[in-house]
């Protein structure tokens, strides 16, 4: 099964952005992330091995981004805001890369005035 590509929706995607959560055929990765240096850092997983991209633990569907060591689970975006922001679960998480990260304040305050996620 192959994953098309969210920019052009034509070619099948090669990397997966886990910055913009976006699956990315060979060209647009390099329209997207060679623009500019701050785009350029963004971590991308290769998706010749569907396999080597982890899922979320929670809802089972979306790629995983992010490690919480206290549950033990691989979380996206979604999930870990709804665990972690939206009550007092404010466990350690981590990049799957092993990076600490903090919630930020601006998605804080955009997830207490909107029902979506940011």
């Known amino acids: 099964m192959r994953t098309l590509c969210d920019a ?4 099948a995607a090669v990397v997966f952005c886990a910055a913009d959560e976006a699956a990315l055929c060979h060209s647009c990765d390099e329209k997207v992330h060679m623009c500019n240096k701050l785009a ?3 971590v991308r997983v290769g998706l010749a091995n569907p396999s080597a991209v982890p899922r979320c633990d929670i ?5 995983a981004f992010f490690y919480c060591e206290v549950d033990g ?16 679960r404010t466990h350690g998480r981590y990049l799957l890369l092993r990076q600490r990260v903090e919630v930020c ?9 909107q029902s979506s996620f940011c």
């Not at 809802?59 to 790629?63: L, T, V």
């Not at 998605?107 to 005035?113: V, Y």
Request: proline content about 3%; overall charge negative.
């Open 105 to 113: 304040y601006f998605c804080t305050e955009r997830l207490e005035s």
């Open 40 to 42: 350029s850092r963004h």
């Open 59 to 63: 809802c089972e569907n979306a790629p």
């Open 73 to 88: 689970s691989s979380l996206c975006l979604q999930c870990d805001m709804i665990v972690h922001v939206g009550g007092k």
């Open 8 to 11: 052009c929706e034509g070619a």
